[in-house]
C-alpha cells in the first residue's frame, strides 16, 4: 500500500511540477464559461434585433391595414419608385431589406448575414399578417362562416422555454467536461509510462522494491485523481457560468437550470467513474508508445469517443437504446440528462456497472501488459 501511495505521488508531484502542460489541462474547462458568454450576448443580440426598429423600402402602395401592421412589428418604411437605388441604400446602411412588388409577387432583399435573417422573418410575418387579413376581407365579403375555414381543429402547444439552447450549451460543456478528463488522463499517461521510457527511468524503478501490480495502480491512481480534479473544476465552472449567464442575459432567464443535491452528487460519481476508465484507457494504449509522439497518437482514439454526443446531439440522431453502453459516450449522455432531469435510474446503473466492468478489465489488461519486457522497456 505504501509504494502505491508512493508512486501516486510522484505522478502527481511530477505533472505539478510541469506548469506548463498543468495550464493546459485547465484551458479546455475554462472555455465553458467562454462559450457560455459567447452564446449569452449572441442570443441577446438576437432578440434585441427583433425589437429594433427595421428600415425597409418599397416601390409600391401601402394600404392603411398594411401601415398599422408594419407599425406593430416595427418596420419604418422609405417609399421611393427609383427601385435603381435600393441596393445602394442596403450597403450603405441607409436601410435594413427592401421589397420590390412586380407581377403579383413582393420580392424581399436583404443581406446575407444573421441579422438580415432576422429582418427577412420580420417583414415575411407583416406580409403573413396582410395575407391573413386578405382571406378574411374575402371571406366576409362572399359570407362565408370564418370559423369553418380557420376554427375547425383546435390545439395548444406546450413547449420548455428555451430548451433546445440549453440542450446546446449542456452537450457543449459536457463534451469538453469528459475531453478535459481525456486530456489529463492522456498527460498523465504518457508521462508516466512514454516519458519514464524515453529518459530511462522506468528500469531504474524496476530494480526497486516494488511489484509492478502496485507501480501500476499507483500510476493509475495518479491519473485518475488529475483527471478527477480537473473534471470537478469542469462541472464548477460550468454551474457557476450558467447561474451567472440565467442572471445577466435575458435570453437564459427562463432556463430551467436544476443543480440540486441529489444532481451533482450523481454527476460527481459519473465524473469518477469516468476518470478510472479513461486513466486505465489512457495507460493501457500508451503502454507500447516508445516515444512521447506514439503515445499522443495512440490515444486520440480516446478524443474521438469524447466528441461523439455532441455530433450525436447536434445531428439529434436517436441512439439512447445503447449509448448507455458504449465507454466515454456514455458519460456525457448521462451527464446532459441529470441536468435537463430525463433520467432514469436504470440508466444510471447500466453507466455504473459498465463502467466497473470496463474498469476491471482494463486494469487487468495493464497489469499483464506491464509483465511484459517489450512494454517496460524502450528497446
Known amino acids: 500500500m505504501n509504494n502505491i501511495l508512493i508512486t501516486t505521488k510522484k505522478e502527481l508531484r511530477s505533472i505539478f511540477r510541469d506548469k506548463k502542460t498543468l495550464i493546459m489541462l485547465f484551458v479546455l474547462p475554462i472555455m465553458i464559461p467562454v462559450l457560455i458568454v459567447l452564446y449569452g450576448f449572441m442570443f441577446d443580440n438576437m432578440d434585441n ?9 418599397i416601390n409600391y402602395e401601402l394600404s392603411a391595414i398594411e401601415k398599422e401592421i408594419l407599425k406593430n412589428n416595427n418596420i419604418s418604411i422609405m417609399k421611393t419608385t427609383k427601385v435603381s437605388k435600393f ?13 420590390i412588388y412586380e407581377k403579383d409577387i413582393y420580392n424581399i432583399y436583404s443581406n446575407s448575414t444573421e441579422s438580415g435573417s432576422i429582418i427577412v422573418e420580420k417583414i415575411a410575418s407583416y406580409l403573413e399578417t396582410y395575407n391573413k387579413y386578405k382571406g378574411e376581407q374575402y371571406i366576409l365579403k362572399n359570407k362565408l362562416d370564418p370559423n369553418k375555414v380557420y376554427n375547425n381543429i383546435k390545439y395548444d402547444i406546450h413547449i420548455e422555454s428555451n430548451t433546445i439552447i ?17 486530456i ?10 512514454a516519458t519514464e521510457k524515453e ?48 442572471y445577466y442575459f435575458t435570453s437564459f432567464k ?25 486513466s486505465g484507457l ?31 446531439s447536434i445531428l439529434e440522431v ?30 444510471i446503473i447500466i453507466v455504473l456497472l459498465s463502467s466497473i466492468i470496463y474498469i476491471a478489465l482494463v486494469i487487468n489488461i495493464i497489469i499483464k501488459l506491464y509483465k511484459e519486457e517489450k512494454v517496460l522497456f524502450s528497446n
Open 282 to 312: 489512457a495507460i493501457s494504449l500508451t503502454a507500447f508508445a516508445k516515444t512521447t509522439k506514439e503515445a499522443q497518437s495512440k490515444t486520440q482514439i480516446l478524443t474521438i469517443l469524447s466528441i461523439i454526443p455532441l455530433f450525436v
Open 199 to 246: 529518459n530511462g527511468t522506468l528500469e531504474t524503478i524496476l530494480t526497486m522494491p516494488i511489484k509492478t501490480s502496485e507501480l501500476i495502480v499507483g500510476k493509475h491512481l495518479g491519473g485518475t485523481i488529475m483527471s478527477f480534479i480537473v473534471s470537478l473544476f469542469s462541472l464548477t465552472i460550468t454551474m457557476i457560468s450558467l447561474l451567472a449567464g440565467k
Open 254 to 278: 427562463e432556463f430551467n437550470i436544476n443543480f440540486n443535491i441529489l444532481n451533482i452528487i450523481s454527476s460527481v460519481v459519473i465524473l469518477l467513474a469516468a476518470s478510472i476508465l479513461i
Open 87 to 99: 441596393n445602394n441604400l442596403l450597403k450603405k446602411g441607409e436601410i435594413d431589406a427592401y421589397i
Open 184 to 193: 489529463a488522463s492522456s498527460n498523465m499517461a504518457m508521462s508516466a509510462t
Open 166 to 182: 440549453l440542450n446546446m450549451i449542456y452537450s457543449i460543456a459536457f463534451t469538453y467536461t469528459i475531453m478535459a478528463i481525456v
Open 318 to 347: 436517436d441512439i439512447s437504446k445503447f449509448i448507455y453502453y458504449i465507454p466515454i459516450c456514455n458519460y456525457t449522455e448521462a451527464l446532459m440528462n441529470i441536468f435537463n432531469n430525463r433520467i432514469e435510474p436504470i440508466n
Open 49 to 57: 434585433s427583433m425589437n429594433e426598429e427595421t428600415k425597409i423600402a
